[in-house]
């Protein structure tokens, strides 16, 4: 091999432009897919997902360069000094709203053409489109929770309103949903909400402070507060529907008070909010707040892990291409067996956090097109807020090694890979840190005996490997399951 030029200038990692983009070259959602979904059903989707993967790579990642490169700005005041609580954002997250509907990232969820694995089909395109985002899968996260919070337990006129909008494909009609649970005495103990729900005629007004607030230019959002007269802690936390403005388009009865500066998610605008006397609807009964949010908590701590994984998948992709290009002690980083090794195990990690993920997944949609067994269903709930868990852990574990193995370039801001770093660590945050998700563990341990159905489906599937050569590894994970009990 000929030795570097004296001029040489190191060749950046690039993304796959070739035809079916991010999608065909993923180094196992297409075989996930093959393997999981029946041929007819795989068949009527695959076009799209080669298609989505091409535009994820040359349209949506330029745009999301754009958003992060210009932030939302709140402007409280207009030229004439009354209150507007406008918030700037740019054309490309605007964008990347419009090709959110188009896509149908949140309407395929709920359409259901493809049954009990739409949820699989819908979340393949999550998981392509969340690192070319600038993370506008988070409004998407709390659009799809509140969607089927709505399709639950909504009114009739909140399924024919508001249902309708937030899982629409035309981007003219299209909403998002904001998820106001944070107050100033924290997120994760909600029974201390401050916000107060006074009745009024056949609503309610709120009062109160949320404290953080994501994406705060949606049409809509839920909302918890307390029944005004509550005395107890839990007594009277219910949920409530609100839309942020009036006939007129101004904020109503809501006052920004700022935008958050954050360690990451730049171009997702996080806010500081009063609320002064908002019209609400109740979402189900006084005092079932916390039973409500159940639902939307399912989903979003899905999404959490999906875009976790779709930002392991990216790094890694990355890190690879760079190996390639990258050259060392006179060889390629490829041909390098401590950097292959070290790939190879990062990336044996990502994809068996991908597989867990993805059978929740198919499990997500056999229970919401009534397909799952009884101990499906619970194994979905008690394996929810582990897969958030995990996912968070590894996809911070992996971007950190990934940085190492690009060495100098990745601790270069202009590089693009500490964005990857910064970002990554909102996911052991968002929907549950880990002792509250352990916690939630404990709770579908003990209130539906969900560990009884996960053990009876871990021991179905070990005994269904016949490899000679993984007895061992069987036997392994059989006394781990045993020491569970």
Not at 159 to 164: D, G, I, P, V
Request: aromatic share 10%; proline share 5%; net charge neutral.
């Amino acid at each position: 091999m000929p030795g570097i030029h004296p001029n040489f200038y190191q060749s950046a990692p690039e993304l796959p432009r070739e035809k079916g983009g991010t999608f065909l070259t993923d180094p196992i959602l297409p075989a996930y897919l093959r393997y999981r979904i029946p041929s007819g059903v795989l068949e009527s989707i695959w076009k799209d997902l080669e298609r989505f993967g091409e535009r994820c790579v040359n349209e949506c990642q330029g745009l999301a360069d754009q958003a992060e490169a210009n932030p939302p700005r709140h402007v409280p005041f207009d030229p004439w000094g009354r209150r507007i609580d406008h918030i700037e954002v740019s054309e490309a997250w605007n964008k990347l709203h419009r090709i959110s509907a188009e896509e149908g990232l949140i309407a395929i969820g709920y359409e259901r053409a493809h049954g009990e694995y739409s949820r699989l089909y819908q979340f393949s395109k999550i998981y392509l489109f969340h690192p070319s985002s600038a993370f506008y899968t988070c409004p998407l996260a709390m659009t799809d929770g509140a969607a089927r919070v709505i399709e639950l337990c909504g009114t009739p006129k909140m399924k024919e309103r508001a249902f309708r909008h937030l899982t629409s494909r035309d981007p003219k009609q299209f909403w998002t949903s904001g998820q106001w649970m944070t107050e100033r005495t924290g997120g994760s103990d909600v029974s201390s909400t401050s916000t107060i729900a006074r009745p009024s005629g056949p609503g309610y007004l709120l009062f109160g402070d949320k404290w953080f607030t994501s994406a705060t230019t949606s049409e809509m959002a839920l909302a918890l507060g307390k029944v005004e007269g509550a005395t107890d802690k839990r007594e009277g936390l219910s949920l409530f529907y609100l839309e942020l403005r009036d006939q007129d388009g101004r904020l109503n009865k809501i006052r920004i008070n700022r935008l958050k500066d954050k360690l990451g998610t730049k171009a997702l605008p996080t806010a500081e909010l009063t609320l002064e006397g908002v019209p609400a609807t109740m979402l189900g009964e006084v005092g079932e707040g916390v039973k409500r949010i159940a639902s939307m908590l399912n989903i979003t701590r899905v999404y959490n892990s999906v875009t976790a994984l779709g930002t392991m998948a990216r790094v890694l992709w990355l890190a690879k291409d760079y190996a390639k290009k990258r050259q060392a002690f006179g060889k390629y980083l490829v041909d390098q067996p401590l950097h292959v090794e070290t790939l190879a195990d990062l990336e044996t990690e990502f994809e068996a956090t991908f597989v867990f993920g993805f059978h929740l997944l198919h499990l997500l949609g056999k229970d919401e097109t009534g397909k799952a067994s009884a101990d499906e269903s619970k194994v979905l709930r008690l394996l929810t807020p582990v897969l958030k868990l995990w996912s968070a852990k590894q996809c911070i574990s992996i971007v950190s090694e990934v940085i190492e193995c690009i060495g100098g370039a990745g601790y270069i801001e202009d590089t693009g890979f500490p964005r990857f770093v910064r970002d990554s660590q909102v996911f052991p945050i968002w929907e549950g840190t880990t002792n509250v998700l352990s916690l939630d563990v404990l709770r579908a341990m003990e209130r539906e005996n969900a560990l009884v159905s996960y053990l009876q489906d871990l021991e179905s599937r070990l005994a269904s490997v016949k490899s000679p050569d993984l007895q061992a590894e069987v036997a392994r994970v059989r006394e781990a399951g045993k020491a569970l009990k």
